[in-house]
């Protein structure tokens, strides 16, 4: 009876892969690791070619509060972008802006944005893009989340793996285009939305909208 007291003493002592301090490490340790591809990606990669016009776009936005330029697309996560860049101080170059219905001004003006700027362009791009780190974060964490609650702990880090390492996630994730930011706060909003329809309440219902 000792012997299997002491031994199942030692089993409650030792972390088990469902132990809740494992799993944390577990889910600590893939955000890290997605978060260090995305950082060396977005110094090490090419801008795109439409980076730079969502870029001059996100600080236009910051600093003239319209969102006259890229209308075709959602300004938040080029808000997100141009803010950062925007406590750098960035030579700025505003004299093709056009409001007009219809313009694409930011097309003229990111080619005057790295005109004024020079090779300092690359660092405010790279600037920018770990800027939009957190929203794939979000997404992979809402993914973990949500495949928790419906299948467990083991589940769960399984579909926190596949989005940190997608490679469509760590690709647009690394850019200041919406994609991978409309992907992260659209599960969000669903996470949220199916909490509801779980239970609800007001603090849900105000979460979810």
């Not at 977005?42 to 870029?55: E, F, K, S, T, V």
């Not at 596949?162 to 659209?186: E, K, R, S």
Request: charged fraction near 20%; aromatic fraction near 10%; hydrophobic fraction near 45%.
């Amino acid at each position: 009876m000792r012997r299997t007291s002491s031994t199942s003493n030692m089993n409650a002592g030792s972390p088990r892969v469902g132990h809740p301090s494992t799993v944390h490490v577990i889910v600590i340790v893939l955000l890290l690791g997605h978060s260090v591809l995305r950082a060396w990606g977005a110094l090490r990669h090419r801008r795109g070619w439409d980076g730079p016009g969502h870029l001059v776009a996100g600080i236009s936005h910051c600093e003239f509060g319209t969102f006259d330029m890229y209308r075709v697309n959602p300004p938040l996560v080029r808000m997100v972008a141009g803010g950062l860049v925007v406590l750098a101080d960035p030579e700025t170059d505003w004299r093709r802006y056009d409001a007009g219905v219809g313009k694409r001004s930011e097309r003229s003006i990111r080619g005057d944005f790295i005109e004024a700027n020079g090779e300092r362009v690359f660092h405010l791009h790279t600037l920018a893009r770990w800027a939009c780190i957190p929203f794939s974060l979000l997404g992979g964490y809402i993914c973990f989340r949500w495949a928790r609650d419906l299948y467990g702990e083991r589940v769960a880090i399984l579909a926190l793996s596949m989005w940190c390492f997608a490679p469509n996630i760590i690709a647009h994730g690394q850019m200041i285009t919406p994609d991978a930011g409309a992907a992260a706060l659209g599960v969000t909003a669903a996470y949220l939305f199916w909490r509801w329809l779980k239970s609800p309440s007001w603090r849900r219902v105000l979460a979810a909208g």
